[in-house]
């Protein structure tokens, strides 16, 4: 997975040496909407966060460009009555097609790296930084709309692929094992200059 990462910069980059007249920069914040899903596990509420973070849009033709973001993203979710609060690095890396102008939609992978790992319980705050991966990948789509003066606004879904906890860490003797990917609808606003 590491790999397929260093890939995709490395193709960026080339990109962006290749058509770095015409690239755009920006910055982006907006809403989280985060849950967890599994196969074992039903019954996650939604974790309200944030995430803020900055862009460069890569014109590739009229109707292409490759747009990598650089966010701090706020994840998780609650399971009878234990929140999970995660915060990670995501780097979303999205092939954008514009349909009109100003009206694009997105689709590309989104590692992401992780910050913090927390849960609380009872008002009480632990440290689950030991029981969390530290790298997360998933696939993100959505679709953005361009003001003429370059306030945009966008929404995004990104599907999580892996498995975002540590089971081999765990107590053998308990039984509850949290083996779970996230999910996450972002509805962010930004600006390009």
């Known amino acids: ?16 040496t290749a058509s ?52 701090y993203s706020q994840k998780g979710s609650e399971f009878f009555g234990t929140e999970t609060h ?46 969390t991966k530290t790298f997360d990948f998933g696939i993100g789509g959505g679709v953005s709309y361009k003001l003429p003066m370059g306030v945009f606004f966008s929404l995004r879904f990104t599907k999580g692929l892996m498995e975002i906890s540590e089971p081999e860490k765990y107590d053998p003797e308990d039984d509850y094992r949290l083996n779970v990917e996230n999910n996450v609808f972002q509805i962010s606003a930004g600006y390009t200059f």
Do not use: C, W
């Open 86 to 131: 995660l915060s990670y690095i995501d780097v979303p890396i999205m092939a954008k097609y514009h349909i009109v102008h100003g009206l694009s939609v997105e689709l590309g992978p989104v590692p992401s790296f992780l910050v913090n790992a927390e849960q609380t319980k009872s008002g009480v705050e632990s440290d689950v930084s030991d029981y």
């Open 20 to 71: 770095a007249q015409g690239i755009t920069y920006g910055v982006k914040a907006g809403v989280n909407l985060s849950t967890f899903t599994g196969d074992s596990f039903t019954g996650f509420d939604t974790r309200v966060g944030l995430h803020i973070g900055g862009l460069a849009e890569i014109p590739l033709s009229e109707k292409f460009s490759v747009q990598p973001e650089v966010l």
């Open 1 to 16: 997975m590491k790999k397929l990462l260093l890939i995709t910069v490395l193709s960026v980059v080339s990109i962006a």
